[in-house]
Each structure stands twice: as C-alpha cells, then as structure tokens.
T-cell receptor
Framework: DAKTTQPPSMDCAEGRAANLPCNHS???????VYWYRQIHSQGPQYIIH???NNETNEMASLIITEDRKSSTLILPHATLRDTAVYYC????????????FGGGTRLMVKP | DGGITQSPKYLFRKEGQNVTLSCEQN?????MYWYRQDPGQGLRLIYY???????QKGDIAEGYSVSREKKESFPLTVTSAQKNPTAFYLC???????????FGSGTRLTVV
C-alpha cells in the first residue's frame, strides 16, 4: 500500500473549517484514500473514503486532486469535539490489503 | 444496536502470565483484526482473520496468539513471550474490503 505523509499537528478555531492535508504521491490506480479519526483513548472512527471523485457525507468532505497524489479532509465547521488524531490511509481493494495507520495529524480545535 | 465489544476496558497482568482479551461483534462481519497502539504512536497490526477458522499474522505477531472458532468472536492472548505487552489494544471488524473497519473501544493492558 502507498505511504502517506501528514503534518503532525494543526490548530483550528472553533466554528471555522478545518482543512487537513495528506500526500500520497505513490498511490496506484486501484487504491482508495480513507480517513479515520481517533479521539483520545477511544477506537478509531471511520470518516470517509474515496477513489478519484470528491466525496461528502454528514461528517466531512474529501477532496482528491486530479493526479490523486494528495487529498484534503475538510471539516466544515469544527467543534471542540472534533479535537482528535486524524489518519489518512491509502489501501487497495484486493483481499489481504489491510488498513495501515501512520502517525496521523493531531488536530486541536480551540475556542 | 450492532457493534463491537471489547472487554475488559482495563487489565493488569503480572510479568510471566498469559492474558486473554475479548472481542465480540454482532455486525455479521466476516473479517476481524487486532491492533496494538503505544503512546503517541499509530496502530500496528497484530493478527487478522478474514473467515472463521482461519487467521494470519500481521506485522507484530510475536508473543501473541488468536483463535477464530466463531464468526462473532476473535480473542487475543498476550503470552509471556511478549517482551513489552503494556499497550492499548484495539479490535476491529469489517464487512469486506470496501467499507473500512468498525473499531471497539479498546483494552488498556498494563504489566505490573
């Protein structure tokens, strides 16, 4: 699976949009981009995933560049409860492809 | 409500003892996974199972063992051979390759 690069930490003001970047320059054509988040001392929570098109759900939006080498997770109106570690993961669809969690981005939402 | 349950939430073990962590799911998921997380680090895969009565080693399987006798259950045993077992252990399940994983709330194991 392709490796990802994320900034180790980011701050965001409450009520503002949080834009979390992820680089995955070695992604291959059949690999999806997944985002999870982990609130302190809890299990990771699935947020969103995509292949090439932009995706939106009730939690967030995922913007994938046209060359698929990077993506951005957008939390449109960050709240204090969005403070967490956010993991960007690239994974193929073949059997045996596991989710590999790197260090992630620690997002701190401040009042 | 469907979900994945890990127990206990906190576990203390003396050095040299084996201990078993429970993971049960009622989501009818075929695949189940065990991860280990150390403070400030990401998750590392210990074992996974894609079907009943079959499982494979992950990246850090040494000192651990699993079984998958039922679809709903995937217990992890931390043996005395695991040199540094103090960690946060997370179990997950998946319906398949597309939709990602559902995680339990974790078990924090401390060796005393």
């Amino acid at each position: 699976d392709a490796k990802t690069t994320q900034p180790p930490s980011m701050d965001c003001a409450e009520g503002r949009a949080a834009n979390l970047p992820c680089n995955h320059s070695t992604i291959s054509g059949n690999e999806y981009v997944y985002w999870y988040r982990q609130i302190h001392s809890q299990g990771p929570q699935y947020i969103i995933h995509g292949l090439k098109n932009n995706e939106t759900n009730e939690m967030a939006s995922l913007i994938i560049t046209e060359d698929r080498k990077s993506s951005t997770l957008i939390l449109p109106h960050a709240t204090l409860r969005d403070t967490a570690v956010y993991y960007c993961i690239v994974r193929g669809r073949n059997a045996g492809n596991m989710l590999t969690f790197g260090g992630g981005t620690r997002l701190m939402v401040k009042p | 409500d469907g979900g994945i349950t890990q127990s206990p939430k906190y576990l203390f073990r003396k050095e040299g003892q084996n201990v078993t962590l429970s993971c049960e799911q009622n989501l009818n998921h075929d695949a189940m996974y065990w991860y280990r997380q150390d403070p400030g680090q990401g998750l590392r895969l210990i074992y996974y199972s894609q079907i009943v009565n079959d499982f494979q080693k992950g990246d850090i399987a040494e000192g651990y063992s699993v079984s998958r006798e039922k679809k709903e259950s995937f217990p992890l045993t931390v043996t005395s051979a695991q040199k540094n077992p103090t960690a946060f252990y997370l179990c997950a399940s998946s319906i398949g390759q597309l939709y990602g994983y559902t995680f339990g709330s974790g078990t924090r194991l401390t060796v005393v």
